[in-house]
Structure formats: structure tokens, C-alpha cells
């Protein structure tokens, strides 16, 4: 028997089984996949996750890759234009966007090292339950075999449509429609900063990432998906020239790599974050727009969060179930900020209000660091009203 079995290992199931593992646990890892294999995604791992990268060890490997800094960041909206720097926590200055086929396996790598067993290519098809119908491990199939592991503690990492939630029955507690559509692709020899551009009904945003490469993002209202389905390299491009246009003229003549992604099931919920036997982390439990790029950080510290809380719980039911319900409460409240500015974001609206904040912003250097910080998730919204800045509007 498993004291836990992860199912998803990607940036909240791998960290969970290391963090599992090395508390003493005997972890199983698995996954549907094969390592290394890529995954839609904006990349980016704010600060925060940064300094969770730095607390595991990982982040001189992560660095390794090759991937750029994201120090300073340029952020345009009509007549606006904030540069500059985030002031960091824990040290950690800089965000990084590693392409997911270099990430993912320094995760799962880490988890073995810890000591998890890792499975790759083995799906869950459903749950053991014991007769109070609490969650005893899992059905698993593996090139065609089917077998069972049982486990003190199932959880869930498989994504936004999460196979472990649906068997579990774990219900959503708050949904938002579909606000965006995104589609996103590589382009070779442009540079750049993390660069966001905004205008109603549009947001672009470039970010370099391994290799040399740069991820150019266009993001268009859940309205016009079917129209931009139909032709979404022209979309795409029409979108950037239009919100974007220095950027556009930077691409001209530089060669894209890959072809087009895009999806237009940029989901918006929260679910129950656990139950008797079981718990969810990252998408599998809470996903938002992907616009404000909170993913892969968000997985971080609910990894770290849920690993806490159990601690060396799992023997003794009463007290895991305690502690999971501890960790549901703690990842809603600290995760309902972030939800409430990525659909704000997703909306792709500009208030007025908003815009005299950013031209208030924009004449005081120390608030456009502040305003990085709440863009990284760093520090609260609040923090931006500072005595002077109120003085300004």
C-alpha cells in the first residue's frame, strides 16, 4: 500500500509527490503521458513560484535550461506605458518561462530523486472505495493492463478536466462562463521583455522562453470564437497588429516556429478541494483564465500548501480529514484574489477608473513596482493605494 498516489505529473503533481516523499511518505507518481511530452501553456512562473522553485533546490536547474529572466516588464494600455521591475519576495527579482517539455521532466525527475515511484503512460479509470465509501486508492491501466493500488490518500493533479475530480464527485463550488479565447505561437529573433499590451476587446503579451524563442499570446473574446476557429492565424495576427502594433512591426519578417495553438476552453471554476481519502491540486481543483499566467505558480503553492497541511497526518483518518479540509479552506482564500483579477483581466474591458489608476501609477516609479507586484501576485491590489497616489486622483 501507497501512503498517497498522484495522478497527474506535471506542475502540481510532481512537486506534491516530492514534497510527499521527502516528508517520508511512499509516493506513486503517474501519469498518461510520456515525460517530456508538451502541454498548452503561457509558461510563465511568477515570483512567488520562483522562490518555491528556490526553497525544493530546483531552481539552479530550472536556470539551466537556458531560459531568460523576466526582470522587467512593459506593460501598454492607450496612452500608457509602465517599464520597469517587480521588487521581488524571497529574494526572487525575476520571473522565468520555461517551455513545459523542459519543465515538466525537472519536476518529475525531483520527485523520483525524493524518492516517488514514477509511472508514465498509465491512466486512472477509477476509484477503490472502502464501505463508508471513502476513496482507498485506484483503478490504473497501463499498455493495456488493468490492476489496481491502494493508498491512504488519492490525489488528484490531472488538469483542468480532471479524471480524479469527476470519480471523486467533487463539486463545483463557484463557476464563471468563458470569457476569452487564446491562441499563441513561437517566433524566432525577437527580442523582448515580458511585454503586455491591452486594448477593449484585446490583450497580446510576448514572453521569451528557451532556445532563444519568444511566446507571442493573442487573447479575443469567448464570443468571437467560432469566427476566429475558422481562420485563427489571420485572427491571431490581426489581433496582434491591432493591440500590439509595435510588436507586429517587430515580427515582421522573422520566421514563426511551430504551428498556431489556441483553445477556447479557458475555463473559470472552483471545486471542492477534497474529501474523505482525497484532494485536488492545481487545474484539477481551480482554473482561471489563463491571461494573467497564475497556473504554474498557483500549482506551486497549493503543492506546498497541501504537503503541509498533511504532514504526517496520513496514518490517522480523523486528523487527515481535518487537514485536507484545512488545506480546502486555505487554497480558496488564497487563490480568490487571483480568480477575481484574471476574470477582471479576461473581460478585456478598460474603465476609465482604471485608467486614471495607471496614469496615477505611471508618474511614480516606486508604484510601478508595486504594480508588478500585484501583476506577479506578489502583494494585494491595495497596495497600490498608497497616501500619494490617492492624492493624484
Known amino acids: 500500500m501507497f501512503d498517497a498516489i498522484v495522478v497527474g505529473a506535471r506542475c502540481a503533481g510532481s512537486p506534491t509527490a516530492m514534497l510527499l516523499a521527502r516528508a517520508g511518505h511512499r509516493v506513486l507518481l503517474v501519469d498518461r503521458s510520456e515525460p517530456g511530452s508538451d502541454t498548452l501553456s503561457t509558461h510563465v512562473i511568477h515570483q512567488p513560484g520562483v522562490a518555491a522553485l528556490a526553497r525544493w533546490g530546483l531552481l539552479a536547474r530550472v536556470l539551466a535550461t537556458g531560459c531568460p529572466p523576466l526582470d522587467r516588464v512593459l506593460y501598454r494600455v492607450e496612452d500608457i506605458r509602465l517599464e520597469g521591475s517587480s521588487h521581488g519576495v524571497d529574494g526572487q527579482s525575476a520571473g522565468y518561462a520555461p517551455r513545459r517539455h523542459v519543465l515538466d521532466p525537472v519536476l518529475a525527475e525531483a520527485a523520483v530523486e525524493s524518492g516517488a515511484e514514477f509511472r508514465s503512460r498509465c491512466s486512472v479509470t477509477g476509484l477503490l472505495r472502502g464501505e463508508s465509501g471513502r476513496v482507498r486508492g485506484v483503478r490504473l491501466r497501463h499498455r493495456g493492463r488493468e490492476f489496481t493500488e491502494q493508498a491512504r490518500l488519492v490525489i488528484g493533479a490531472d488538469g483542468m478536466r480532471s479524471t480524479v475530480a469527476t470519480l471523486c464527485g ?31 476587446g484585446g490583450w497580446v503579451a510576448s514572453v521569451p522562453t528557451n ?12 464570443s468571437r470564437f467560432e469566427e476566429v476557429r475558422a481562420d485563427s492565424t489571420r485572427a491571431y495576427l490581426d489581433q496582434i497588429r491591432a493591440t500590439a502594433p509595435a510588436l507586429f512591426e517587430r515580427l515582421q519578417g522573422k520566421r514563426r516556429i511551430e504551428r498556431l495553438r489556441g483553445t477556447g476552453h479557458q475555463e473559470n471554476f472552483f471545486r471542492q478541494a477534497a474529501g474523505p481519502g482525497w484532494a485536488l491540486v492545481g487545474d484539477a481543483g481551480h482554473h482561471k483564465d489563463s491571461i494573467t499566467a497564475r497556473g504554474i505558480t498557483d500549482a506551486f503553492l497549493q503543492a506546498e500548501s497541501l504537503a503541509e497541511h498533511i504532514g504526517d497526518e496520513l496514518a490517522d483518518e480523523e486528523r487527515l480529514d481535518e487537514s485536507l479540509q484545512a488545506y ?66
Open 328 to 393: 480546502a479552506r486555505k487554497r480558496d482564500d488564497s487563490m480568490a484574489e487571483g480568480y477575481r483579477a484574471a476574470l477582471s483581466a479576461a473581460r478585456l474591458e478598460i474603465h476609465p477608473k482604471r485608467l486614471s489608476l495607471l496614469r496615477a501609477v505611471q508618474s511614480d516609479p516606486g508604484l510601478t513596482s508595486t504594480y508588478f507586484d500585484v501583476f506577479a501576485g506578489i502583494r494585494p491590489p491595495t497596495a497600490l493605494y498608497t497616501p500619494q497616489l490617492l492624492a493624484r486622483l
Open 211 to 222: 532556445d532563444g524563442a519568444t511566446l507571442v499570446l493573442a487573447y479575443l473574446p469567448q
Open 170 to 200: 467533487a463539486g463545483y463550488t463557484e463557476q464563471t462562463p468563458r470569457l476569452t479565447c487564446a491562441y499563441y505561437a513561437y517566433w524566432e529573433g525577437v527580442p523582448t521583455l515580458l511585454e503586455l499590451y491591452e486594448r477593449p
